[in-house]
């Protein structure tokens, strides 16, 4: 079974600190990505990565960066967290053009 | 760009009951995918069915399947026999023909299963 793990379920910060989310998928996935959920709006995109040091921006990637110098690893960096940066993040793996491989997300709040 | 549309915030099914899930799309491509996940109250996305635009027959998974429309641009999944694990948020999602395996999702389905 492919396996997405997120470094953190739940995670408390105070505005203008630096965040750091980590992803790591244990399958050898070339593609990576970033989401955020909010209510209402679905999942919104807002980094993937198809390569090691790869990265494309999504939909909403105003006041993120991303990091991927490792096949299985992606993280996701809030570098001054804003109160409206909080969300469910949900990181996702995957092969090609095959279906997504979600983590367990992690849901942060920003005080 | 594609969009992805679900108008039922919301909805009820009696246990044992078929019930449909609607899900509209936007797009100018030819070639797209279409996906169904589930996400439980646990958080994690769930896949659930896959159908391709070029896919002559809709896709089924056991309990699951998609009632496509291209015509309607209508992506419709069916649960058959709901079951009280059926409770979840229901995300339609769009895969763009060409553009890597980006995802556009519709904003979420809300299924309660009565007993």
């Known amino acids: 079974d492919v396996k997405v793990t997120q470094s953190s379920r739940y995670l408390v910060k105070r505005t203008g600190e630096k965040v750091f989310l980590e992803c790591v998928q244990d399958m050898d996935h070339e593609n990576m990505f970033w989401y955020r959920q909010d209510p209402g709006l679905g999942l919104r995109l807002i980094y993937f990565s198809y390569d090691v040091k790869m990265k494309e921006k999504g939909d909403i990637p105003e006041g993120y960066s991303v990091s991927r110098e490792k096949k299985e690893r992606f993280s996701l960096i809030l570098e001054s967290a804003s109160t409206n940066q909080t969300s469910m993040y949900l990181c996702?793996?995957?092969?090609?053009?095959?279906?997504?491989?979600f983590g367990p997300g992690t849901r942060l709040t920003v005080t | 760009a594609q969009k992805i549309t679900q108008t039922q915030p919301g909805m009820f099914v009696q246990e044992k009951e078929a019930v449909t899930l609607d899900c509209t799309y936007d797009t100018s491509d030819q070639s797209y995918g279409l996906f169904w996940y589930k996400q439980p109250s646990s958080g994690e996305m769930i896949f659930l069915i896959y159908?391709?635009?070029?896919?002559?027959q809709n896709a089924t998974e056991g309990r699951y399947s998609l009632n496509f429309q291209k015509a309607r641009k209508s992506a419709n999944l069916v649960i058959s026999a709901s079951q009280l694990g059926d409770s979840a948020m229901y995300f339609c999602?769009?895969?763009?023909?060409?553009?890597?395996?980006?995802?556009?999702f519709g904003g979420g389905t809300r299924l309660m299963v009565k007993p």
């Open positions: 999602a769009m895969r763009p023909g060409d553009a890597g395996n980006m995802l556009t």
């Open positions: 996702a793996s995957s092969l090609q053009r095959y279906e997504q491989y």
């Open positions: 159908q391709g635009s070029y896919d002559e």
